[in-house]
Structures are given as C-alpha cells and as structure tokens.
C-alpha cells in the first residue's frame, strides 16, 4: 500500500455526466486527489494522463477528463487550494513516487 502524500490530503469534487455532456444535472461527490488518481492509474492513466490532469487541477482548480462514455469534472473543493507550477508537479512527482512507480516522470513541457 503506498504512502499518504500532500495529494490525498487535497479534497476535489467529482462531477460525473453519463451521457458525455457536462450541462444540465451532474451529480458532484467530494474524494481526495490522491484516491482520484490512483482509480485512474487501475484503470490504465500513465504519467503523461495524470500530468495531463493533475497540473492543470492545481493550478487552475478544475479540469474535465473525457472517457468513452461519459465525461468528469474535477474542482478543487477549496479554490484557496491553487498551487504554482513548481509546486503542482512536486507534488505528483511525490504522488508518483508513493504509488510504487520506480522512475521519476519526465513533466510535459
């Protein structure tokens, strides 16, 4: 089992649309960064996905993943929670290392 990091100390609010549409009613659940992101590395995310998702998070406090059948908003559940660059891939990279991958993900650029 890997090791608790500052990501799952992070709360997002999870909005799930199982048409693919992201209008009219999403129903939103509240779970930590952390527990996010390794449900998406089970379901076969590699480090580009996750950077692809985690940065843009962090420091803009939401993003939308697209699946095959529907879509998903993630949103920080406490806006004050914006990190910089830097910060944002420190603490994936902490993440990453946590969850038992070996090498150092090379950050997008």
Request: one cysteine or more.
């Amino acid at each position: 089992m890997s090791s608790s990091t500052v990501c799952d100390s992070i709360l997002v609010k999870q909005g799930l649309s199982p048409q693919g549409k992201m209008s009219g009613q999403i129903s939103f659940s509240t779970v930590s960064l952390g527990t996010r992101l390794r449900e998406l590395l089970d379901m076969g995310y590699g480090s580009d996905d996750l950077y692809g998702i985690v940065i843009p998070l962090l420091m803009q406090g939401k993003v939308r993943i697209d699946h095959a059948e529907r879509s998903e908003r993630l949103e920080l559940e406490d806006p004050a929670s914006k990190q910089t660059r830097s910060a944002a891939i420190q603490n994936f990279e902490e993440f990453w290392a946590a969850a038992g991958n070996p090498q150092r993900p090379d950050p997008p650029a």
